[in-house]
């Protein structure tokens, strides 16, 4: 049948900023202009005006019309946006829409922690669960984990930090890009303690940051030990022998674990989120940042003398994350520990800048050189500062023009006409280089982006559906997740509110998508079904994506 996708008024069914941009898309085949009216909870007309006619959206394949009613300047809640008959989901309108998400785009990440209790008091009955992988039976893992058969002859404890996603794996690479993005969260919006609802709260540090720490603490786990033939480099990943079934708590997995090989990229990772962590930690916790360095440089040293240890594709009962190219993970490396450190001796291996064609993600951080010296201008000459903001506008320009340019407003654009696996997470890193591309030009259209692209995630897009678990009245729920697996055991529940959906992915790579998506556009190849991993999982990754853009949202507001 065809796909049910809500009202053909598309807006952000969260709400718009009162001091922020308020554009809708509205599906139609008119071809010329239209009247929309923007009606109030008690259905009264608060503003009228009329519609751009667009043309058929690219990666949709909707034939569009824009809206914009930004001169509108009241405030509330239950606003409606209405062409003809055709009226949209609710919305609200105010200085603190992303107040609450705020908080709980980073909820995620304490809902999905290894080796402790999931609280009631934190998370509500319905969430709270029992501590998984401390090597309590059925568990085998994290507390003594061995080395994949015929790999190595050790175990280590790697018990801690974030699931990675449904799953119950834990991979350095895509673990420490969230790591870095929540310290770089912190830095870019600060944030204090007692706000998030996680038993660290109260303990004097930024509880963000305490949040980052439980998955710091856990990488720097996987370091291979001193006396090792490996030592210093890092465990690409640990987890299961097999991939388990859903539903499945993570203390309930009876599955051996094991350790897979060191990676070169695994350990540059380390060594990039290490030395971000000493130089983030060091007003907070001395010690702990003073043994984040030690372990990035030493991880530094080890990737140096193994450049080119690469985690193989394939493999059973867990993500690959392989990745054959680790020219952009040194460079990210060196920027990091030359923002920590100063020494001109990180900075000549700084080779890599921000391209708009490829963002940043756990595969490809080059980009994410720029952004670590973004932050610490001041190491920079004076020439190299202008230098590195050119590179970073630069870029923006591209994404500013791929938002502006699209039916559906979003900074991400791919070049082959294929979105990729994990597609939101796209979005909300460039809207991320958007927003850190204002802050250093002062430049408003680049904020204006930013925020525009939140519309994008909560609903204004070619499925009408908010790709956040209760943020909007259509909005994504059954996201693949091995304990948030309401839609098959009705005693568990929901994904938790604030859980970013992987998005729309060209690639049809699971059998309910390839079962329901098959020609579809790329930008409705997505299904709000707990089986299509490859279109509806949710990663720690992604989460740290939205966390930081609605930081950013609710600072702005
Ligand atoms: O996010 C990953 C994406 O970039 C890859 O294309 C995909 C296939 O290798 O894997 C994604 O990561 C998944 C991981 O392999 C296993 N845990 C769930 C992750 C999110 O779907």
């Given at each position: 049948?065809?796909?049910?996708?809500?009202?053909?008024?598309?807006?952000?069914?969260?709400?718009?900023?009162?001091?922020?941009?308020?554009?809708?898309?509205?599906?139609?085949?008119?071809?010329?202009?239209?009247?929309?009216?923007?009606?109030?909870?008690?259905?009264?007309?608060?503003?009228?005006?009329?519609?751009?006619?667009?043309?058929?959206?690219?990666?949709?394949?909707?034939?569009?019309?824009?809206?914009?009613?930004?001169?509108?300047?009241?405030?509330?809640?239950?606003?409606?946006?209405?062409?003809?008959?055709?009226?949209?989901?609710?919305?609200?309108?105010?200085?603190?829409?992303?107040?609450?998400?705020?908080?709980?785009?980073?909820?995620?990440f304490y809902n999905n922690r290894s080796g402790i209790p999931i609280e009631a008091?934190y998370v509500?009955?319905?969430y709270a669960r029992a501590a998984g992988h401390l090597g309590i039976a059925p568990n085998q893992g994290d507390t003594n984990v061995p080395c994949f058969p015929g790999t190595c002859d050790y175990s280590l404890d790697v018990r801690g930090g974030w699931y990675d996603a449904g799953d119950h794996g834990k991979y350095v690479?895509?673990g420490?890009?969230?790591a870095?993005?929540?310290?770089?969260?912190?830095?870019?919006?600060?944030?204090?303690?007692?706000?998030?609802?996680i038993p660290e709260?109260?303990?004097?540090?930024?509880?963000?940051?305490?949040e980052?720490r439980w998955e710091l603490d856990f990488i720097l786990r996987m370091q291979v030990p001193?006396g090792q033939?490996?030592?210093?480099?890092v465990h690409h990943k640990i987890h299961d022998e097999k991939w388990t079934g859903l539903p499945l708590a993570p203390a309930a997995d009876p599955q051996p674990r094991y350790l897979y090989p060191p990676?070169?990229?695994a350990?540059?990772?380390l060594?990039?989120?290490?030395?971000?962590?000493?130089?983030?930690?060091?007003?907070?916790?001395?010690?702990?940042?003073?043994?984040?360095?030690?372990a990035?440089?030493?991880?530094?040293?080890?990737?140096?003398?193994?450049?080119?240890?690469?985690?193989?594709?394939?493999g059973e009962g867990g993500g690959?994350?392989?990745?054959?190219?680790?020219?952009?993970?040194?460079?990210?490396?060196?920027?990091?520990?030359?923002?920590?450190?100063?020494?001109?001796?990180?900075?000549?291996?700084?080779?890599?800048?921000?391209?708009?064609?490829?963002?940043?993600?756990?595969?490809?951080?080059?980009?994410?050189?720029?952004?670590?010296?973004?932050?610490?201008?001041?190491?920079?000459?004076?020439?190299?500062?202008?230098?590195?903001?050119?590179?970073?506008?630069?870029?923006?320009?591209?994404?500013?023009?791929?938002?502006?340019?699209?039916?559906?407003?979003?900074?991400?654009?791919?070049?082959?006409?294929?979105?990729?696996?994990?597609?939101?997470?796209?979005?909300?890193?460039?809207?991320?280089?958007?927003?850190?591309?204002?802050?250093?030009?002062?430049?408003?259209?680049?904020?204006?982006?930013?925020?525009?692209?939140?519309?994008?995630?909560?609903?204004?897009?070619?499925?009408?559906?908010?790709?956040?678990?209760?943020?909007?009245?259509?909005?994504?729920?059954?996201?693949?997740h091995r304990f948030?697996?309401?839609?098959?055991?009705?005693?568990?529940?929901?994904?938790?509110?604030?859980?970013?959906?992987?998005?729309?992915?060209?690639?049809?790579?699971?059998?309910?998508?390839?079962?329901?998506?098959?020609?579809?556009?790329?930008?409705?190849?997505?299904?709000?079904?707990?089986?299509?991993?490859?279109?509806?999982?949710?990663?720690v990754?992604?989460?740290?994506?939205?966390?930081?853009?609605?930081?950013?949202?609710?600072?702005?507001?």
């Amino acid at each position: 049948g065809v796909p049910d996708y809500g009202s053909p008024v598309r807006v952000n069914q969260l709400g718009y900023l009162t001091k922020g941009p308020k554009r809708a898309t509205y599906v139609t085949a008119a071809t010329t202009e239209l009247d929309w009216r923007l009606l109030d909870s008690g259905n009264k007309v608060v503003a009228t005006g009329k519609s751009k006619p667009y043309g058929v959206d690219a990666m949709s394949q909707d034939a569009v019309q824009l809206i914009d009613f930004g001169n509108f300047r009241g405030t509330g809640t239950g606003f409606r946006l209405a062409v003809g008959n055709d009226i949209s989901e609710p919305f609200d309108i105010g200085d603190q829409v992303y107040a609450g998400l705020r908080q709980d785009a980073l909820a995620y990440f304490y809902n999905n922690r290894s080796g402790i209790p999931i609280e009631a008091t934190y998370v509500g009955p319905q969430y709270a669960r029992a501590a998984g992988h401390l090597g309590i039976a059925p568990n085998q893992g994290d507390t003594n984990v061995p080395c994949f058969p015929g790999t190595c002859d050790y175990s280590l404890d790697v018990r801690g930090g974030w699931y990675d996603a449904g799953d119950h794996g834990k991979y350095v690479v895509n673990g420490a890009l969230a790591a870095w993005q929540l310290l770089d969260l912190y830095e870019a919006s600060q944030g204090a303690d007692g706000t998030l609802r996680i038993p660290e709260a109260g303990n004097g540090d930024p509880d963000v940051l305490d949040e980052a720490r439980w998955e710091l603490d856990f990488i720097l786990r996987m370091q291979v030990p001193a006396g090792q033939a490996l030592a210093g480099m890092v465990h690409h990943k640990i987890h299961d022998e097999k991939w388990t079934g859903l539903p499945l708590a993570p203390a309930a997995d009876p599955q051996p674990r094991y350790l897979y090989p060191p990676s070169t990229a695994a350990t540059l990772n380390l060594a990039a989120v290490g030395a971000r962590c000493a130089r983030v930690y060091a007003r907070w916790d001395r010690a702990f940042a003073t043994r984040c360095l030690a372990a990035a440089e030493k991880a530094w040293n080890a990737a140096r003398q193994h450049p080119a240890l690469y985690a193989p594709a394939g493999g059973e009962g867990g993500g690959a994350y392989d990745d054959t190219k680790v020219t952009d993970e040194f460079s990210w490396a060196a920027a990091e520990l030359f923002a920590a450190t100063g020494r001109a001796s990180y900075k000549k291996f700084v080779t890599t800048s921000l391209k708009a064609a490829d963002g940043f993600s756990w595969q490809e951080t080059g980009g994410l050189a720029d952004l670590a010296l973004a932050r610490v201008p001041w190491r920079l000459p004076v020439v190299e500062q202008w230098k590195l903001r050119q590179r970073i506008a630069a870029v923006a320009d591209v994404y500013l023009a791929d938002l502006r340019s699209q039916g559906y407003a979003t900074p991400y654009k791919p070049a082959d006409g294929k979105y990729v696996w994990g597609s939101n997470s796209g979005v909300a890193n460039n809207a991320m280089i958007l927003a850190i591309a204002a802050g250093l030009t002062g430049r408003a259209a680049y904020r204006t982006a930013a925020l525009e692209s939140l519309d994008y995630l909560l609903g204004r897009n070619a499925v009408g559906l908010s790709y956040v678990t209760g943020y909007g009245e259509r909005s994504s729920h059954n996201q693949h997740h091995r304990f948030w697996a309401h839609s098959l055991n009705p005693s568990l529940p929901s994904p938790y509110p604030g859980s970013l959906a992987g998005g729309p992915n060209s690639g049809l790579q699971d059998p309910v998508a390839q079962r329901n998506l098959q020609g579809c556009a790329p930008a409705k190849c997505y299904i709000d079904e707990i089986g299509s991993y490859s279109t509806n999982e949710v990663a720690v990754n992604w989460n740290s994506a939205l966390a930081w853009i609605t930081a950013y949202a609710d600072f702005q507001g």
